[in-house]
Nanobody, 122 residues
């Protein structure tokens, strides 16, 4: 089991940027990766991005390409989500996740972080 601890989040104005962080510890396999999901009030949880454990491969659904960037620091076992040009529609609880990484679909999640609120408002 992988333990995930998130940091970052908060209130940002429309058009602003924010970076989320997630520290991972515990067991993982070679096919594992990490990713980010979000859940807005009254909506289903939505996949945002994923990255292979090596950091050499990333995957974004079409709706998330362009404004979001996932990256990782292998030495510190951390993953980041850089979010730019934020709009009120990006307001949600953002979750870090670990699981099976796929190059063509959402992460196969096994473990979740605690979630962090991101609010985009003027």
């Amino acid at each position: 089991q992988v333990q995930l601890v998130q940091s970052g989040g908060g209130l940002v104005q429309p058009g602003g940027s924010l970076r989320l962080s997630c520290a991972a510890s515990g067991y993982r396999s070679g096919s594992d990766g990490m990713g980010w999901f979000r859940q807005a009030p009254g909506k289903d949880r939505e996949f945002v991005a994923s990255i292979s454990w090596s950091g050499s491969s990333t995957y974004y659904p079409e709706t998330m390409k362009g404004r979001f960037a996932i990256s990782r620091d292998s030495g510190k076992n951390m993953v980041f989500l850089q979010m730019n040009s934020l709009s009120p529609e990006d307001t949600a609880v953002y979750y870090c996740a670990s699981g099976i990484y796929y190059t063509y679909r959402s992460l196969g999640v096994r473990d979740w972080g605690q979630g962090t609120q991101v609010t985009v408002s003027s």
